[in-house]
């Protein structure tokens, strides 16, 4: 492998750890169940995606032929995820989990108008 071919890969395993870092931190550090949902569904599925695509990357430089097994992991990844989280907002929708103060979109109440 070259020179820039590495640097390009090692920029991605970077990218992928911190994003990966991130939504973990994310994860145990954010309000409510809401927010604690979409951090992981962001950024730790952007920072696996480079992760696989690097792997993916490597392996095939290495060995000559293209890796599947890491383009197939990438893309259930990134079909399951948004389907995962949209089930478990919805769930806590329906079972109306409290939401932290001051994370909401909502006007104020007088603000709002009501239809009859």
């Known amino acids: 492998m070259n020179g820039f071919m590495e640097l390009i890969l090692s920029a991605l395993v970077l990218i992928g ?9 994310g994860l145990v ?6 927010t604690r949902l979409h951090a992981p569904t962001k950024a730790t599925t952007l920072g696996l995606g480079c992760l696989l695509i690097a792997s993916m990357v490597i392996h095939t430089a290495a060995t000559g032929s293209l890796s599947v097994h890491e383009l197939l992991i990438t893309v259930f990844l990134f079909i399951t995820a ?32 009501k239809s009859v």
Not at 83 to 111: F, W, Y
Request: hydrophobic share 45%; net charge neutral; proline share 6%.
């Open 17 to 25: 750890a911190l994003l990966v870092l991130l939504g973990s931190i």
């Open 29 to 34: 550090k954010l309000p409510d169940f809401y």
């Open 82 to 113: 948004p389907i995962t989280a949209h089930m478990l907002a919805k769930s806590a929708l329906h079972l109306e989990l409290d939401i932290a103060k001051g994370t909401t979109n909502r006007c104020p109440e007088d603000v709002v108008k």
